[in-house]
């Protein structure tokens, strides 16, 4: 395991070097953090940033195509899937902290600090030799040499592996094909449920009648209370009782002259 | 840095992935698990290849992307089959299978 | 054609040469064939064959009689008296050539005139005594499978086919025992006969292994010529083994326990089988071997013995015994006693032992006939002390039983007198301690049998009435009668017609040897045992004949007590031989059950339980299998690093 600098890597090797620890560190925070967080939204995002990571760390390696194609395809497509597929169905659910099988907990630890451990001997008497990226043939870039692996050498796994996608992409939509079991309802029959359930109006939206016009707040009322309808069952309704509002002249209260404390104000007016 | 800190990185990542598998109950969290550990195999893949000098490795990379990116989508699919079905996302609901 | 030699060193030497038979004697399997042909017909025929089944049954031993009249007669006036009429080859087994053939000589002959003619009396006698029973016919086809059995016993010219008619004839004594099947007594009794007999059929099984292991042949003459190559080691073994085989079929002691249970049977049955023909099969027997007991003086010595117990043993157990058929059998188990200590005697008392077998015949089946004849006038009343007085109303009956009972205490001139007295004579010229003891035994016996014989006579036929309130006492009908009479027609004359003049030493000689010397009418031994006899008469007058006999029976003293329960032989096998057989049983089911069974169940059970256990892995958890698929990965790099550092 010698450090032996070749042509053709990265000749400011203290700037890989901490390139590489920081990317590594943070990565492993963030794995550490995906699976320990309870939300799965979070769990997605620090996965995008593992991904991101690593893509920084496959150009450091002299693969610059598949740096891009992690980002575009990995982080950008397989990802935003998920989070789509989370937004569907799994977005307001959160695992709680409890385990229901026991000693899943423990056993998962031990297993994996010993599989940790017998990985690292094995890497650790593994005769992994340096960087020998110099023996890539001279006037080919990457790109152009994984065309050619690929349509040459592995020709064959690419053709299968395009269709796999295809059939991937069938299945998908096979599976995804609600079918209905009723006809579809016509405008006529869904007005007629809406009249018929009584709740004819649209919702609320968030924010009327309020000061503020996040999205996480909720309208009032005629008769001052919130409306739990107008706010999204993702978000959690901000309680507008703690923050400021309009106050009537005969309520604000102003700094006198003499203590320096906040009193009713003299006069009705307040200032702007 | 020497391939050796790649392939370490990419097993602690692995193990980490497979502890998440382990660990997690939610359907979606467990599969983003397992592409963390395909990630980490990517890493070690493209470790070899510059070890070995040739792109190999990168190639078989490339492919392990597109077969997840495959499996994800049918992946997510069956789930949101499920979860139509069931109304839950949970792995452990899935539990008639047993004795 | 073969020679055999009798036996040197005793008073003769005369060669008998055993021939191909010829002429009549070619169709001598004739006389197994017409009781095998009935019995076929009539046990297989079934219900169908009712009607006249009894006749076919009475035709074919009477048919065997007559053939073998006409062969008797053949032989007295062939120069060949030996000869084997071949039927075919047995076994043909590499080392064991068995040929099967029927042999004619003086011994078996006389045995088949006895077989047959005694038994077709009996046949006939059946037809009225059974006449009221619904099974009659397969009465007739067992009474005809055992002369069949007993015809091959007689005449086989081996030691096989004299085997297979030993079993034969057990097994018709057990169908025939147990007759009445309903009856749990007869059926037992039936079982225990059966078993009894094993126990001796097994030293007769381990002779014939013997004979084959040393001499190779199982055929009679082969034998015979064989056994003094042998050794006398090999005779007294062959000797005390065909011993214990006559003990069992002639119920002797140690194997007599099973012989008064036996009367459980229909009379015919008792006195058939039990009395003139199956129990002295055993005789036959040893009288058959004797160039192989001539070789052993120890053989010879314990058959002695065991005849000289059994003698006094079946005539103490005959004195205590209130149900009549019960006394006559302790008579036969005391008469067989005495053939049996003629055969230990060597030359000098087969003849006598013979001679006494056939008058025996004679003179105990009247007496089990007459017996018979009584029960059926009596409504089948066994207990003698609910008889008595019945010479007035069953003339005929009281004639031929006196007439037996006479032959049988000795009286001269009829039968025992003759046979009996010879057996004590030669027992008394053996000289020395043993025919000293012997012969005081057999005049002990002599006596006994004189009085529980008298006994018998008193309470049955003269005395006051004791019948029950219902009994009407007749003579039987004639077909039951006539048998009575010609067998008491034997009864008187048949002791004389042997004896005197030595008709059949002379006759018989040549097959068993002749007795060394002979003597008059009037000997020391003969008058002692004349004396003793008319003391026993006299003795039993006394107790029965002047007082009156009690409707019952009297507790007694110790002796009588003893004596009631059969000198305790079945107590002796139930607590020595069948307790500790039970005990073994139940120990072994025990062990079947939780030893065996308790293993293959706990194996059972461990099997269960432990799929119990380990299909509580299948929890259906994902996340588990996840576990133990991450657990596998883990031990698959352990190993591969294993391998490789």
Redesign the interface.
Known sequence: MTHVLAAGTNTDSIAVESVFWILAVLSVLAALAMILVPRAVHCALMLAVVMLCLATMYAMQGAPFLAFVQIIVYTGAVLMLFLFVLMLIGISSSDSIVETIKGQRLAAGLVSIGLLILLILGIGHAAIGPDTLSKTAAGTDNLSGIATLIFTTYVFPFEVTGALLITAAVGAMVLAHRERATPRPTQRELAARRVASGHLAPDPPPGVYALHDSADRPALLPDGTTSELSVSSALSPRDPAGEPRFVPADETLEITAESGEWEPAPSGRADS | MTPVHYVALSVILFVIGGVGVLVRRNAIVVFMCIELMLNACNLAFVAFASMHGNLDGQVIAFFVMVVAAAEVVVGLAILMAIYRARRSASVDDANLLKW | MTTVTASAGHALATTVTTVPATGVLKASWLLLAFPLFGALVLLVGGRRTDRWGHLLGVLMPIASFVYGVIIFFTLLGDAHRSQDQHIYNFIQVGGLQVSQGVLIDQLSISFVLLITGVGSLIHIYSIGYMAHDSDRRRFFGYLNLFIAAMLLLVVSDNYLGLYVGWEGVGLASYLLIGFWQFKPTAAVAAKKAFIVNRVGDFGLTLAIFLMFAEFGTLQFPGVFGSVKAGGSGVATALGLLLLLGACGKSAQVPLQSWLLDAMEGPTPVSALIHAATMVTAGVYLLVRSNPILADSPTARLGITVVGAVTLLWGAIIGCAKDDIKKALAGSTMSQIGYMTLGAGLGPAGYVFAIAHLLAHGFFKAGLFLGAGSVMHGMDDEVNMRKYGGLARVMPVTFATFGLGYLAIIGIPPFSGFYTKDGIIEAAWDKGGTSGAILATCALIGAGLTAFYMTRVMLMTWFGKRRWAEKAHPHESPGVMTWPMILLAVGSVGAGAFLIVGQRFENFLGPVTGVPPASHGFFTVPGGIALVLALAGIGLAWVMYGRVPVPAVAPRGNPAVAAARKDLYGDTFNESVLMRPGQWLTRLSVYFDNRGVDGLVNSLAALVGGTSGRV??L???????Y??SM??G??VL??L??AV??
């Not at chain 3, 299948?618 to 588990?624: I, L, P, Y």
């Open positions: 299909r509580r299948q929890t259906g958890f994902v996340r588990s996840a576990l991450f657990f990965a883990a790099v352990a591969l690093l490789r550092l």
